[in-house]
């Protein structure tokens, strides 16, 4: 088990996530670690890929993934704190290919076949900025918006919780 060091509060995560954003108001609070990014050149470092509570006006952490993708989310069975973090680990899985995000040069895209995550290196360290949904009726237009080449694939898979 590869983040067996972290633990954070169980029936936090259990919350649902209206009611943790209430509870929780410190953007920079960090949930849980959803990912391990790899090395892939000189602007993007491995680290850790974490879930911070974030804000929707700073345009990122679950705060913005909420907000924009709640009804998207609830159709899928996600409503705690704890199905949306082990959702974003389904996504971020092993040989899951890593895309440039082009307008930010620390940034990236994580894209399975059920969306993608978009990241950026904050430190050394990721943060799961926000989340696009991808449907049979409306796949992710990856090759158009982020190019066709992947700069490297998750190595790690991280575990759910």
Not at 14 to 42: A, H, M, Q, S
Not at 44 to 60: E, M, N, P, Q, S
Not at 117 to 127: C, G, R, T
Request: aromatic share 10%.
């Amino acid at each position: 088990m590869i983040y067996a060091h972290y633990r954070t509060n169980g029936s936090l995560l259990d919350l649902p996530i209206e009611e943790y954003l209430k509870r929780v108001t410190n953007p920079k609070t960090p949930i849980y670690i959803v990912g391990k990014f790899p090395p892939t050149n000189e602007t993007l470092v491995a680290g850790d890929i974490w879930l911070y509570r974030g804000k929707h006006t700073w345009k990122f952490g679950l705060d913005h993934i909420w907000e924009g993708r709640k009804l998207e989310l609830k159709k899928r069975g996600v409503y705690t704190v704890k199905e949306l973090v082990n959702f974003l680990i389904l996504l971020i899985n092993k040989r899951t290919p890593i895309y440039p995000e082009p307008k930010h040069t620390k940034a990236a895209i994580i894209k399975s076949s059920k969306g993608a995550v978009i990241v950026e290196n904050i430190a050394d360290d990721y943060s799961a900025v926000t989340l696009l949904l991808a449907t049979p009726a409306s796949p992710l237009p990856v090759q158009r918006r982020w190019g066709n080449k992947p700069l490297n694939t998750i190595k790690t898979d991280c575990k759910i919780i």
